[in-house]
């Protein structure tokens, strides 16, 4: 399983970005995706889960509102659309698959750094 993440960069706050997530070698719409992220000194957070078809998503109260979650099983692709950005969101953001009540796979990460 190879997950890779991409689109993070260097943004001002109140912009917007969209990070993408491609999966390969596994049957992508089998399974309930998730994105989480790392800031610099403190421990990896929850940000946002998708369900295998995409009909149940939840995200974490500090970006609820203004980051969404989606997939698209055809692609093989989750996104994490957020806007609204602030410096509190510079982090290095993971995507990583589910399996049952754990997440098994991890991407490499995509660096998102909010300038005041």
């Known amino acids: 399983v190879q997950l890779q993440a991409s689109g993070g960069g260097l943004v001002q706050a109140g912009d917007s970005l969209r990070l993408s997530c491609a999966a390969s070698g596994v049957v992508f719409s089998n399974y309930d995706m998730g994105w989480f992220r790392q800031a610099p000194g403190k421990e990896r957070e929850f940000v946002a889960t998708?369900?295998?078809?995409?009909?149940?998503?939840y995200v974490a109260d500090s970006v609820r509102g203004r980051f969404t979650i989606s997939r698209d099983n055809a692609k093989a692709m989750v996104y994490l659309q957020m806007n609204s950005l602030s410096p509190e969101d510079t982090a290095v953001y993971y995507c990583?698959?589910?399996?049952?009540?754990?997440?098994?796979?991890w991407g490499q990460g995509t660096l998102v750094t909010v300038s005041s």
């Open positions: 998708i369900s295998n078809s995409g009909r149940r998503k």
């Open positions: 990583a698959r589910k399996w049952g009540n754990e997440y098994v796979s």
